[in-house]
């Protein structure tokens, strides 16, 4: 997986690098590579953003320096770049991010992500340059590099090899192995702490009834994300 991240802080990334999935990930043949829309832009004085037509407040990414930076490293116009390789715009407004559209973005050989600053981009950016709109969730971060780093974090440890174990992938929160619920509770030792007693079906090594309990409460759990009222509780 190659992914380039488009952004007016590349030094932000730097702790991200360093986390273990993404060492692993990048040791095994990922990249991520950074343009900076500063390094780019056709304006004096270094200018990537200005005040918004209309007005307003906060100021608005140009079109022509994204257009920049893409032409600086792709070498094309950015209009016809969509059609080989999803270019992603990080905005609240997008669509938003979930395990389906993780494990969408992690079967791509190539992503490239803008995040912005100030009040986003000027909308031709988005209209005309990229493919996809996305959103880690519905409220307002400063700038798209949180959550730049939120795609590149779930769509890397989606990859081949990034975990030690390949099942704890498989099987975790949202999953189609746990049909998009949420995951099941974990426990490890003591087995008991402060009078707190683990679930006696794990310890008892019968692996198709720990699967059974485990599913249910997965499926508990799911139905406390939609609200639905909660099954007393039978005695595992
Ligand atoms: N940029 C600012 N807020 C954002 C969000 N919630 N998701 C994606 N990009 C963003």
Not at 38 to 60: E, K, N, W, Y
Not at 165 to 180: I, M, P, T, V
Request: charged share 30%; with cysteine.
């Amino acid at each position: 997986m190659e992914i380039d991240i488009f952004t007016l802080f590349p030094d932000a990334f730097a702790w991200f690098e360093r986390q273990r999935h993404v060492v692993g990930a990048l040791a095994r043949g990922s990249r991520l590579g950074y343009v900076n829309y500063r390094d780019h832009t056709p304006l004096s004085a270094g200018q990537v953003d200005d005040t918004p037509f209309g007005g307003g407040a906060g100021m608005v990414l140009r079109v022509d320096v994204v257009e920049a930076a893409l032409r600086a490293r792709y070498g094309r116009d950015p209009v016809e770049l969509g059609r080989e390789r999803r270019v992603i715009v990080l905005t609240p407004a997008g669509r938003l991010l979930d395990d389906e559209l993780v494990d969408e973005l992690a079967r791509e050989a190539a992503l490239t992500l803008l995040s912005g600053r100030y009040e986003g981009f000027d909308q031709r950016v988005t209209d005309h340059f990229t493919t996809d709109e996305v959103s880690i969730g519905r409220y307002v971060l400063a700038g798209g590099e949180l959550a730049a780093m939120v795609v590149c974090d779930a769509v890397l440890r989606k990859l081949p090899g990034a975990l030690g174990h390949e099942d704890s992938a498989f099987e975790e929160s949202f999953s189609k192995a746990l049909a998009g619920a949420p995951e099941y509770p974990h426990y490890t030792r003591p087995a008991e702490y402060r009078g707190w007693r683990v679930p006696e079906i794990l310890l008892s090594g019968h692996h198709a009834r720990i699967r059974e309990w485990r599913q249910e409460q997965s499926r508990r759990r799911a139905e406390r994300e939609r609200g639905a009222p909660e099954p007393a509780a039978p005695e595992p």
